[in-house]
């Protein structure tokens, strides 16, 4: 296994172990202060603002985030979800004329059990990503358990769908 070094990491992943909350929420207090090279904020959208995210996977990493205090996607209104997915679109091809990428991640982690490191906030990662970079998830042995038979899920989605 290849190993890259990234001590930036290492504030972040110590936090955690020791339980470290800071006051209130992030996400909610970094648009209000109005210097926004302060706080890395790349963009602000009318209901959404975009920011570079502190603990990088890749560079370039930075996050969608709603100005409104929200956990979940689906507590998310129309325009805030419409915009959401227009300042992904506009960061992209953003990161596209600045860094050149082969790819991108693209996506959010709901819950603390999902990997979300501020499960209190939705908010949307874009990732670029280059050909033998590391990779975003880990995999073990090649190998991923789907506890449940494909056709079963499918049929579940479409009975709510209805």
């Known amino acids: 296994m290849e190993r890259l070094f990234s001590p930036w990491r290492s504030k972040y992943i110590q936090s955690f172990h020791q339980g470290e909350k800071s006051d209130g929420c992030i996400l909610c207090s970094a648009p209000q202060v109005k210097n926004d090279a302060e ?8 209901t959404a603002y975009v920011i570079m995210n502190l603990y990088p996977y890749n560079s370039g990493h930075m996050m969608i ?15 805030e979800t419409s915009e959401l997915m227009a300042l992904t679109q506009k960061m992209m091809t953003a990161l596209r004329k600045v860094s050149h990428p082969d790819g991108f991640n693209i996506g959010s982690n709901i819950g603390r059990s999902a ?3 501020i ?4 908010h949307f990662h874009v990732v670029p990503r280059w050909n033998g970079d590391t990779n975003f998830m880990p995999v ?23």
């Open 39 to 46: 706080r890395l904020i790349v963009f602000r959208g009318k």
């Open 65 to 79: 985030v709603p100005y409104r205090h929200v956990a979940d996607i689906t507590d998310l209104s129309d325009g």
């Open 115 to 117: 990997g979300a490191g």
């Open 119 to 122: 499960d209190t906030h939705v």
């Open 140 to 162: 073990l042995g090649d190998a991923k358990l789907i506890s449940e038979d494909m056709t079963d899920t499918y049929q579940k989605i479409r009975d709510v769908l209805r």
